[in-house]
């Protein structure tokens, strides 16, 4: 079945450590995402991807890093300079590229919990 | 600056009743609008999407329809059921390059 895998699903990082979460697709989809969700907040962007080894900040990059060299994969390492790090990220995936990206629906992981220790 | 809305933010129903979610946004210049599910502890799932040049998508005993004049948007679920609580979320593509800005959620609690 196709889909958007991310792991691990929970997560926890000490103090001054940089972490990565994986996020890997098999939908052929050309743009990926990454969003933040806390409570009583709606989801953030961080990062977008719309083509491999290209991507964009997104609203609140600072303290977060991706990469992408391959089209199925787009890790996010969360950096030691991400000082409110504990919330629940998700990766999400598209077909479409450029302007036509926005014209196809988002499909979504299962997330990852992110915790300081 | 483009605000999404959903009203109310929690609901409870008995199975079976019909019900509406509501999503507002307050500029109508938005490209398209999508309908998410979210189950606690899990990701999204999409629902339906309904393009700038539509106004209403249908899926099963889902409908949602938009009005871009009026800046609303709206999801009819029919017959609910157990199996239909979950967390309903919105998002609206806005601005240059279309990014989706995302209402809250309505909490919904169909009960048996």
């Known amino acids: 079945d196709g889909g958007i895998t991310q792991s691990p699903k929970y997560l926890f990082r000490k103090e001054g450590q940089n972490v990565t979460l994986s996020c890997e697709q098999n939908?052929?989809?050309?743009?990926m995402y990454w969003y933040r969700q806390d409570p009583g907040q709606g989801l953030r962007l961080i990062y977008y991807?719309?083509?491999?080894?290209?991507?964009q900040k997104g609203d609140i990059a600072e303290g977060y890093s991706v990469s992408r060299e391959k089209k199925e994969s787009f890790p996010l390492t969360v950096t030691s300079a991400q000082k409110n790090p504990t919330a629940f990220y998700l990766c999400?995936?598209?077909?479409?590229?450029?302007?036509?990206?926005?014209?196809?629906?988002?499909?979504f992981g299962d997330g990852t919990r992110l915790s300081i220790l | 600056k483009q605000e999404v809305t959903q009203i109310p933010a929690a609901l409870s129903v008995p199975e079976g009743e019909n019900l509406v979610l509501n999503c507002s946004f307050t500029?109508?210049?938005?490209?398209?609008l999508q309908w998410f599910r979210q189950d606690p502890g899990k990701g999204l799932t999409s629902l339906l999407l309904?393009?700038?040049s539509q106004r209403e998508q249908t899926s099963g005993r889902l409908n949602a329809s938009l009005d871009k004049s009026s800046g609303r948007s709206t999801l009819y679920i029919a017959a609910s059921q157990p199996g239909d609580s979950a967390t309903y979320l919105c998002?609206?593509?806005?601005?240059?390059?279309?990014?989706?800005?995302w209402g809250l959620g309505t909490s919904l609690a169909v009960n048996p």
């Open positions: 999400a995936s598209s077909m479409g590229t450029g302007g036509s990206y926005s014209n196809q629906p988002q499909h």
């Open positions: 939908l052929n989809h050309d743009a």
């Open positions: 991807s719309q083509i491999v080894n290209d991507f």
């Open positions: 500029d109508s210049a938005i490209y398209n």
């Open positions: 309904i393009q700038s």
């Open positions: 998002a609206g593509n806005a601005g240059n390059n279309r990014k989706l800005i």
